[in-house]
């Protein structure tokens, strides 16, 4: 066990980052990550490492969202009454004072404990059960900001008892689903895609008439873009012919 204070708390977030090969768990209330750790985190999600940040108090800004786009195997959970800091993978833990935020390495002064599981198992065991109890009681968290798939605002769905009126076609598998273009996936394919989160990967089929759309086509289908170029220029005829 290894006593820390703030530049060293700093280098041991990043030494467990960059040294992890199964996994990495980060629980912080507040998240602002700068560049050193985002690509020390590519890095492990580019070697297939699972990344899992608890974080809580109040939502992501945007701008941090987007930091996170496109990794592939990152997980984030939210928990409202979250205060704790942990930072550890398969081998070593740091329970700290430090949120991963870099107002607190430039400006605080922090302290912590670094543990190897090899030096102190049964509390490195202690400390990985409850991070799992933490990340338990948090919920699942989507990168997606509602306002970011707004991009039919003239679209207005039909008054209409008629259900017909109101089926649309998820864009990935096809199947028939209520008609929202803010939410173009059947829930099977929803589940798969959140857990890459690219609102820009092409899918396969108009969300409102249901046609097979090819790479080729002026306006690919994509979690942002639903429609094909046809739905998206009548909206106010449903289904378009």
């Not at 700093?10 to 998240?31: D, F, G, M």
Request: charged residues 25%; aromatic residues 14%.
């Amino acid at each position: 066990m290894e006593f820390l204070t703030t530049k060293g708390i700093a280098a041991s977030i990043e030494k467990i980052i960059r040294t992890a090969r199964e996994h990495i768990v980060i629980i912080s209330p507040y998240i602002k990550v700068d560049k050193t750790y985002i690509e020390r985190l590519h890095e492990a999600d580019r070697n297939n490492i699972q990344i899992h940040i608890v974080f809580g108090k109040k939502d992501m800004a945007d701008f941090e969202k987007d930091k996170f786009q496109n990794f592939r195997n990152l997980y984030i959970y939210f928990l409202e009454n979250l205060h704790a800091k942990c930072y550890m993978n398969e081998n070593s833990a740091l329970i700290t004072s430090m949120n991963l935020y870099g107002y607190s390495e430039e400006n605080n002064r922090e302290m912590g404990l670094f543990i190897n599981r090899s030096d102190n198992y049964n509390l490195y065991d202690e400390i990985n059960r409850e991070c799992l109890s933490i990340k338990d009681s948090a919920d699942s968290y989507t990168l997606n900001n509602k306002d970011d798939f707004l991009y039919f605002p003239d679209i207005s769905f039909p008054n209409s008892n008629n259900s017909e009126e109101l089926e649309g076609h998820c864009i990935r598998c096809g199947t028939r689903i209520y008609l929202n273009p803010n939410y173009p996936l059947c829930d099977d394919c929803y589940h798969v895609w959140a857990q890459y989160n690219n609102p820009k990967f092409q899918e396969n089929y108009c969300h409102k008439c249901g046609r097979s759309i090819f790479w080729y086509e002026e306006q690919p289908i994509s979690y942002d873009h639903p429609l094909c170029s046809r739905c998206s220029q009548n909206t106010n005829n449903w289904p378009c012919e």
